[in-house]
């Protein structure tokens, strides 16, 4: 066998590995995000602030997000090492390229019912007093409960989301049963998706983007089977921003695709389907189908492509 047939079985194995793993983790019982999330409200100076601490204990890493009233936008904080009971500092990626503050919290202790510290302006050095109270611990511990609602890490110009989840001590995976939409100039809630089954993914529950290019965030989520509640559905459920009714709808074509294999989306309303029989481990291909969306709400094919591996 030559040395390039090798290599060509090797990434063969290597890919029907992975499929053989992603099959197994959609067929076994999920678990709750495993990075334990502490909100918290109180103000930094005289702002009004919501503070959001994401624990990463495999790391020993702390990030998050803080969010005004003002902006009303998650601003994210830098992922930071932290030794408990000690000084926490972290910086507040406010602008693309560096950090515009950094927040000092002391003691530290990662769920800590009451932070303290100070908020240094990394620009012009003003020193402001932050208070934090905890509101809701999101823990994966199976001997934690909780009940609340959890900003999500992404907003656009138009609006921000919140996610309503809980879940009973003895369970190991929390749920979502609501979303809100909030109107980022009003600040007030303007769609409230309710009465759902989906999985809890922590700030990621919703993952958003602009499907269909209309330059308005759109998201999908994980929902649980009605079947079995301990194991999550088949295929993702996607929502879309409709122009005409002001509302996020459930898009039928989008789920109509992912019905039929994994879901790439790409630029300009692009979306390309990898069907479920289109990978062929003996020949080496994966087989796409490519479609776009003409309008915000008109799905069609225009090519398809096989890809080499």
Request: aromatic share 10%; proline share 5%; hydrophobic share 35%.
């Amino acid at each position: 066998m030559s040395r390039t047939e090798a290599r060509q079985r090797w990434r063969r194995a290597g890919s029907m590995l992975l499929v053989a793993c992603a099959l197994l983790l959609l067929s076994a019982p999920v678990f709750a995000q495993a990075r334990p999330i502490t909100t918290y409200h109180g103000t930094v100076g005289d702002t009004q602030v919501e503070l959001l601490l994401i624990h990463d204990w495999q790391l020993d890493g702390m990030s998050g997000y803080l969010f005004t009233e003002a902006q009303r936008k998650p601003v994210p904080l830098e992922k930071t090492p932290y030794a408990e009971d000690e000084s926490l500092l972290i910086n507040v990626l406010g602008d693309p390229l560096l950090p515009t503050a950094v927040i000092a919290l002391h003691p530290f202790a990662p769920g800590a019912k009451t932070l303290r510290g100070r908020s240094i302006d990394l620009r012009s050095r003003e020193q402001q007093e932050v208070r934090l109270e905890r509101v809701t611990r999101f823990s994966s511990d199976e001997r934690d409960a909780y009940a609340g609602d959890l900003l999500q890490g992404q907003a656009d110009e138009r609006f921000h989301f919140r996610v309503r989840a809980r879940k009973e001590r003895g369970e190991h995976g929390g749920r979502v049963d609501a979303i809100t939409v909030f109107d980022r100039d009003s600040g007030e809630p303007v769609q409230v998706l309710d009465g759902l089954n989906l999985f809890f993914f922590g700030t990621d529950t919703l993952q958003l983007d602009d499907f269909n290019d209309d330059g308005t965030l759109d998201f999908s989520v994980t929902p649980m089977r009605p079947d079995d509640p301990s194991r999550t559905a088949d295929h993702r459920h996607y929502y879309v921003y409709r122009q005409d009714t002001g509302s996020y709808d459930r898009e039928p074509q989008l789920e109509a695709l992912a019905a039929q294999g994994v879901l790439k989306f790409g630029s300009g309303g692009s979306v390309s389907l990898r069907p479920q029989n289109g990978v062929d481990y003996r020949a080496g291909t994966i087989q796409w189908r490519h479609y776009r969306f003409v309008t915000p709400t008109r799905l069609e094919l225009f090519s398809e492509s096989e890809e080499r591996f």
